[in-house]
C-alpha cells in the first residue's frame, strides 16, 4: 500500500454504511505494509546526511548512542525472524562484523527489509501479531531517540523531516 493510498483507508464501507475504513476491507497485512512504509520513511530521514563523528554520541551515559541503537534495531529483526522460524531469541548476543557508519546503515535497512518480506509473506494473524510487536510498536520509540539524540548535537536539524 502507498501512501497515496491512505486516503482510501477513510472511504465509507460500501457493505456497512456506517463504518468508514480501516474498520472494511482492510487487512491487517495492508495496515503493516502502511505502518512499514511509513517507519522505513522515518528511519530513511533520521540517518540521512547523519555526521559520520557522531555516531558514538550520548546523551547520557547508560543511553545508546546511534551506533548502538541500530545494532539494537538490527538484533529486532533477528529476533523476530527467529521467533518466526520457532526459535527463542537470546536477548544480547547479536553483533556485526563491521560497525562503521556506512556499514550499519546499509546492513540495517537491509536486514529491515528482510523482516518486512517474511512479515508480509504470507496473511497470517499470528505472524502479523509478531511483526507489529517485534517492529511496528518497537521501533517508534527508538525513532523519537534517534531524533532526541541527533538534536542534541545538531541542533538546526529539522526533526519535522521524518513526516515526509
Known sequence: M????AVSLSAPCP???GLRRPYCGVTSRDLLSFQFEH????FEAVYRDLPSDTWDVKTVPHGMSFR????HLMECCEAFLAVVRGEKWPWGTY???DDSASALIGAFFAKRREA???ALARDDETLAKEAS???ICHDPYHVGQLCQLRLSFQPDWNSNSIYG
Do not use: F, H, K, N
Request: hydrophobic share 35%; aromatic share 4%; net charge negative.
Open 2 to 5: 502507498r501512501r497515496d493510498e
Open 15 to 17: 457493505s456497512a454504511p
Open 39 to 42: 517507519l522505513t520513511t522515518q
Open 68 to 71: 548502538e541503537t541500530t545494532v
Open 95 to 97: 553483533s556485526v562484523e
Open 116 to 118: 518486512i518480506g517474511v
Open 133 to 135: 510487536l517485534y517492529l
